[in-house]
Each structure stands twice: as C-alpha cells, then as structure tokens.
C-alpha cells in the first residue's frame, strides 16, 4: 500500500500550524482577511490553492445540557486521496494521475483548466485557481520571485494536496505532518495507520469516547480513503458527506438513457421520412 | 471491544450511535457545518451553456442528414443538415477551448482516450462526428457546385449517413451523461432523464433550425410535415422527461425547477419552447412566418434547458444538506 494521511481528531488544538506549513512549503497565495465569525474557523473550507483546513465546531447544548456534554471539535481537514478518485478518473487529458506513493496528483503542466474534476470531486475538495490568485502577488513579493512566472504555470488550472509528492520524493514528511505539534496529522504506510488508528479507536472506547473511522473499511463506491479521519461526530458535521458516491457510477445509466431515447427517435424519425 | 461503524451505518436519517456504548450523541448535533457548501461549484459559464445548445442541434442535425431521403422529397432538407451539422462541428471547438482556463493547451484533450472521462469520450465523439460531417459537407458542396465535382464522390452515402446518425446521438447525448456522472445532487438524480431529454432537445431543436433554413430558402411542403412531425415527438417526449425529472428529483430539484429560475424554464421551455411550437406544428397553417416564429421558440427554449440546468447544478452544490447525502 501507499502512503496517506491519518488524522485524528481528537487530539487535535486547533493551532493551524498544518494550514501555514501548507501555504509556506507549497508556496501558495493568502486566503485574504475575512472573518466568517464561525468559531475560530476563517479559511472556511479547502480550496485550489487552501491544502488543509481547520474545522472548528463548537457544540454547546444550551442551559440544560451539562457542561460535560459540551464539545468543541476541531478537524484538520485535506484531498483523501481516494482509493477511486472522481477527480482522476473525470480527468481529460490524464493530468491527474496515481503516483509511486499511491497519492492522487495533478500534473501543473499538464492540466488545461477544463473543470471538470470539479464537480467531479464527492468530497469538494479540488477547485480551479484563479489566475487573480497569483497575479495579486503579495505572496510573492516578499521573496523577490517573480510572480509572472507563478501564474505562467499555475493559474487557471486545478489545484488541491498533493501529499507533498516533492517531499516524499526525498524522504520527507509532507509540511502538515511535520508541523502538527500533537501528531493529530500522522503521515505514512496506510496500512500501518490503519492499524494504529484502529488502536485509537479501542482505546478511546476504553476512556467512553465515542470515535470511528471515517475512509477505512468503507463500502462507498470511492473505496478507502488515503488520508482518512478519526471522527467523534456525525460526518455532516465535519462538511463530510455521510456516504460518499463515485460519480462515474452514474455512467452506465445515463449512457443507457441517452441511447434509448436517441433509438426510439431514430425509429419515428425513420417511419416519418422514410416510411 | 467492537469494531468501529463503517460509513454505511451511518444513516442519516437515523440516530447517530458510537462505537463504545451505543448511547446517541446529544441531539444538538448540527447536521452541517454552518450551512459552508460542501461541494466546489461547476466554474462552467456561458461557453458550456452555448456548447451544449449548439451540441444537441448540431448531433440532431446529424441524425436527420441520415434520415432525410434524398432521393424523394428532402433534398434541400439533406443539404441544410449537412452544412449546418459541419458549420456547428467546425465552430464548436473553438467555443470548447474558449472555456478552459488555459486554452493553449486544448491539445492535451488529445494525448489520452479515456472511456472512464465523460469528457474525455466528448472530445474523441467530437472528432469523430466531424469527420463524416465535414466529408458529407464537401460531397454536397461538390454537388452543390461550390467545390468541384470530385467532391462528391468523397462520401459515400451508405457509410457516411449512418456515421453521421451514431455520432450525431452520441454528441447529443453524452453532455447529458457528462453532467449526470458528477458529485452535484440535482445532476446525479438526474442520470435517468437529463442524458433523455438532451437527446429530444437536440433533435427537436435540429428540426427547428433545419425547417427555419428551409423556410429562408426551399423546401418541399413534406419536407416541412415530417420535420414538424418528428419536431412535435421529439418535443413531448422532452416535456414528458421535464415533467418526469421534477417529480423523481423532489426536493433535489429545487434548484432547478423552484423559485425564478423554475419559471423561466416552465415559461420559455415548457410552454413557449414546447407547448407553442407544438401547436403551430399541429394546426393546418403552413406560412413561412409559423415555421420560423416555431422554430424560433423551440431553438431558445433549448437554449434556456441548457442554462437552467448549468446554473442549477451551481446552487445545488452550495447545499450541503443535499450534498452530504449523495444519490446513488
């Protein structure tokens, strides 16, 4: 099996540090100033050029509840790297490819911006990035580069995680993992994490948290995830849908559908022009 | 110990149990993350909505070139189909390239043929559809005398009508199945009746365009009644597929057919893209003026399916209610 990502979120504090080691290490723009005023969250949700996003949900019951009850969860969010990615397979031109590490990759050079990976995505993962996104050069002029060439090569194409491909290829960690102080990020052998995980899972059940795994085992049509989660909610909860669907699962039927009412006209066509 | 619950005992609808106790969490669980989208919206604007209009007239104008018997009475009606299923094969490319974010490299479409990508077999039917629609339009105009008469042996008729009709379907129909084969609610319940009535509105809007061309320059009077005929089942059939997709879809269709957005669409395709031309096919009249006000009103009713459907699929991604639970 491949690498991918474990992330468990109950031991993680909200800190962040996972999102700036992304921007920093794969150079990416600021997602501007904006304040949502949802809880401490104000990336909002993964993006083209936004890897890891911190979800915060604070759960408080009202007066009755008590205050044990009271939660205030926090999940470092990122591409799973689906076992079958709608991303890859909706994918024209063959820019979005399995690499050695098993991780779903978008070749910059390759994609053409189509947008079709978009829709694509069961998780709202993977966006376009705007061409805006790099011309608006902040980012850029603090380390002299020239942000020309920035968007020479990446706007207007997708954008999401690429488990740091450039870093595993020499050994590394990717940026997020390296950066999580309470190693609410574990990077490595799937098949290891899971095992791990699972682990998670009894102990937590041992201290009478209620946990599971949300990507292992799974019987959704997207397979397993390559970067899976710990969760103590309700997927929805998290921005995570309940049961993912691969959307090429929808092509047999909507193949058939085309092809029969394209039949049945062509056979009143024909009786109409040539009967 | 028990195992922890795989996805698919997470029913949405019932209460959400743990591994360990089996005590429901509190109820004030919120089912969405502070209404955020879940899904990323289809970035396609006003060049996919004008492809997937010109797609469907251009595969109907494929199928009837096919159907037309140019031996009897629908010479003219070959000849319309013919020119026009290749001006749409030549210009839509470029409408097609005009929408990427970086159409220099329009080509890479071309490094792969992937079956798995909708889009992918889109490009490749493309292609293939303009290759008999371009020889069908030179073997015409060579009879035509607007290029010399070699050109008209280019095509032969037996294989380039039925090439012609094939692709023309496919191309009629797989933006129907590419929309459909998405993670977007409102076009995945749609898988049984969106590729449908793409097809129907392909081929009523190709009789539409034919008969206006025929009706500027010439026709015979049955040409014109087959035209209006298939027209009219092609176009029922379509409003059937509406009617149908609204009540299969339920609250999933919202997107599509409440609010403004459903009224324009019951307004300018239902009733006067449907509805209207269906009775100027039916009545007695023939004029010029009837053919072209009718296939005027069918050809921008098709225009309007195509629009609400794109800008549909956009609000229904910003629901996250809708897109935590996927159809299957």
């Given at each position: 099996?491949?690498?991918?990502?474990?992330?468990?979120?109950?031991?993680?504090i909200?800190?962040?540090a996972?999102?700036?080691?992304?921007?920093?290490?794969?150079?990416?723009?600021?997602?501007g100033?904006?304040?949502?005023?949802?809880?401490?969250?104000?990336?909002?949700?993964?993006?083209?050029?936004?890897?890891?996003?911190?979800?915060?949900?604070?759960?408080?019951?009202?007066?009755?509840?008590?205050?044990?009850?009271?939660?205030?969860?926090?999940?470092?969010?990122?591409?799973?790297?689906?076992?079958?990615?709608?991303?890859?397979?909706?994918?024209?031109?063959?820019?979005?490819v399995?690499?050695?590490?098993?991780?779903?990759?978008?070749?910059p050079?390759?994609?053409?911006?189509c947008?079709?990976?978009?829709?694509?995505?069961?998780?709202?993962?993977?966006?376009?990035?705007?061409?805006?996104?790099?011309?608006?050069?902040?980012?850029?002029?603090?380390?002299?580069?020239?942000?020309?060439?920035?968007?020479?090569?990446?706007?207007?194409?997708?954008?999401?995680?690429?488990?740091?491909?450039?870093?595993?290829?020499?050994?590394?960690?990717?940026?997020?993992?390296?950066?999580?102080?309470?190693?609410?990020?574990?990077?490595?052998?799937?098949?290891?994490?899971?095992?791990?995980?699972?682990?998670?899972?009894?102990?937590?059940?041992?201290?009478?948290?209620?946990?599971?795994?949300?990507?292992v085992?799974?019987?959704?049509?997207?397979?397993?995830?390559?970067?899976?989660?710990?969760?103590?909610?309700?997927?929805?909860?998290?921005?995570?849908?309940?049961?993912?669907?691969?959307?090429?699962t929808?092509?047999?039927?909507?193949?058939?559908?085309?092809?029969?009412?394209?039949?049945?006209?062509?056979?009143?066509?024909?009786?109409i022009?040539?009967? | 110990?028990?195992?922890?619950?795989?996805?698919?005992?997470?029913?949405?609808?019932?209460?959400?149990?743990?591994?360990?106790?089996?005590?429901?969490?509190?109820?004030?669980?919120?089912?969405?993350?502070?209404?955020?989208?879940?899904?990323?919206?289809?970035?396609?604007?006003?060049?996919?909505?004008?492809?997937?209009?010109?797609?469907?007239?251009?595969?109907?104008?494929?199928?009837?070139?096919?159907?037309?018997?140019?031996?009897?009475?629908?010479?003219?009606?070959?000849?319309?189909?013919?020119?026009?299923?290749?001006?749409?094969?030549?210009?839509?490319?470029?409408?097609?390239?005009?929408?990427?974010?970086?159409?220099?490299?329009?080509?890479?479409?071309?490094?792969?043929?992937?079956?798995?990508?909708?889009?992918?077999?889109?490009?490749?039917?493309?292609?293939?559809?303009?290759?008999?629609?371009?020889?069908?339009?030179?073997?015409?105009?060579?009879?035509?005398?607007?290029?010399?008469?070699?050109?008209?042996?280019?095509?032969?008729?037996?294989?380039?009508?039925?090439?012609?009709?094939?692709?023309?379907?496919?191309?009629?129909?797989?933006?129907?199945?590419?929309?459909?084969?998405?993670?977007?609610?409102?076009?995945?319940?749609?898988?049984?009746?969106?590729?449908?009535?793409?097809?129907?509105?392909?081929?009523?809007?190709?009789?539409?365009?034919?008969?206006?061309?025929?009706?500027?320059?010439?026709?015979?009077?049955?040409?014109?009644?087959?035209?209006?005929?298939?027209?009219?089942?092609?176009?029922?059939?379509?409003?059937?597929?509406?009617?149908?997709?609204?009540?299969?879809?339920?609250?999933?269709?919202?997107?599509?057919?409440?609010?403004?957005?459903?009224?324009?669409l019951?307004?300018?395709?239902?009733?006067?893209?449907?509805g209207?031309?269906?009775?100027?096919?039916?009545?007695?009249?023939?004029?010029?003026?009837?053919?072209?006000?009718?296939?005027?009103?069918t050809?921008?009713?098709?225009?309007?399916?195509?629009?609400?459907?794109?800008?549909?699929?956009?609000d229904?991604?910003?629901?996250?209610?809708?897109?935590?639970?996927?159809?299957?």
């Amino acid at each position: 099996m491949g690498n991918g990502f474990f992330t468990d979120t109950t031991l993680c504090i909200g800190c962040k540090a996972c999102e700036v080691a992304c921007k920093q290490w794969n150079q990416l723009p600021a997602d501007g100033y904006e304040f949502s005023g949802n809880s401490y969250d104000n990336t909002m949700a993964l993006g083209g050029t936004t890897w890891r996003h911190v979800a915060f949900i604070e759960q408080t019951g009202g007066p009755e509840t008590p205050p044990s009850l009271n939660k205030w969860l926090m999940m470092s969010d990122v591409c799973k790297h689906c076992t079958y990615a709608g991303c890859m397979e909706a994918c024209p031109t063959g820019a979005i490819v399995r690499n050695e590490f098993d991780d779903v990759y978008i070749q910059p050079d390759v994609c053409n911006g189509c947008g079709y990976c978009v829709p694509s995505c069961p998780f709202g993962v993977v966006d376009l990035i705007a061409h805006a996104d790099y011309t608006d050069g902040r980012h850029f002029e603090s380390d002299g580069r020239n942000h020309d060439d920035a968007t020479q090569t990446t706007g207007g194409i997708a954008g999401k995680c690429t488990l740091c491909y450039d870093r595993q290829k020499v050994g590394f960690t990717p940026a997020c993992a390296k950066a999580c102080p309470t190693e609410s990020i574990q990077f490595g052998d799937v098949d290891e994490l899971k095992a791990r995980a699972k682990k998670r899972v009894a102990q937590l059940e041992a201290r009478g948290v209620q946990s599971y795994l949300y990507g292992v085992d799974s019987d959704s049509s997207v397979g397993d995830l390559n970067a899976f989660f710990l969760l103590t909610e309700r997927p929805g909860a998290y921005n995570l849908p309940e049961r993912p669907v691969l959307p090429s699962t929808h092509q047999p039927a909507g193949y058939t559908s085309a092809a029969l009412a394209a039949a049945a006209l062509a056979l009143v066509g024909f009786v109409i022009f040539r009967a | 110990m028990s195992t922890p619950p795989d996805l698919s005992q997470l029913n949405p609808d019932a209460s959400f149990r743990g591994a360990s106790n089996g005590e429901p969490l509190p109820a004030h669980a919120s089912p969405t993350y502070y209404d955020r989208p879940l899904l990323k919206r289809p970035h396609w604007g006003w060049e996919v909505i004008v492809y997937l209009f010109m797609g469907g007239v251009m595969g109907g104008s494929g199928i009837l070139a096919a159907l037309a018997d140019e031996d009897g009475d629908d010479r003219e009606l070959a000849r319309s189909a013919r020119y026009l299923a290749f001006a749409l094969a030549a210009t839509c490319p470029a409408v097609l390239v005009k929408h990427l974010g970086r159409p220099e490299r329009f080509l890479h479409m071309m490094r792969i043929v992937k079956f798995k990508s909708v889009m992918s077999m889109g490009v490749w039917g493309l292609i293939g559809f303009s290759l008999p629609a371009a020889a069908a339009a030179a073997a015409q105009a060579g009879e035509d005398g607007v290029l010399p008469d070699v050109f008209r042996y280019i095509a032969p008729r037996r294989l380039v009508g039925p090439a012609q009709a094939l692709l023309g379907a496919f191309i009629a129909g797989y933006t129907g199945v590419l929309i459909s084969a998405t993670a977007i609610p409102v076009w995945a319940i749609g898988k049984r009746f969106i590729p449908a009535f793409s097809v129907c509105s392909g081929v009523a809007g190709a009789c539409a365009a034919n008969a206006a061309i025929l009706a500027l320059t010439d026709g015979s009077e049955r040409t014109f009644r087959k035209l209006e005929r298939l027209e009219l089942v092609a176009s029922l059939a379509e409003l059937g597929l509406l009617l149908g997709f609204e009540r299969h879809a339920g609250e999933l269709g919202k997107p599509m057919y409440g609010g403004e957005r459903g009224a324009k669409l019951r307004t300018w395709t239902m009733i006067a893209g449907i509805g209207v031309p269906s009775l100027l096919n039916v009545i007695p009249v023939h004029a010029r003026w009837k053919t072209l006000l009718a296939s005027a009103l069918t050809l921008f009713g098709g225009y309007v399916l195509r629009e609400t459907l794109i800008e549909a699929g956009k609000d229904s991604a910003d629901d996250p209610k809708a897109a935590a639970r996927q159809p299957e």
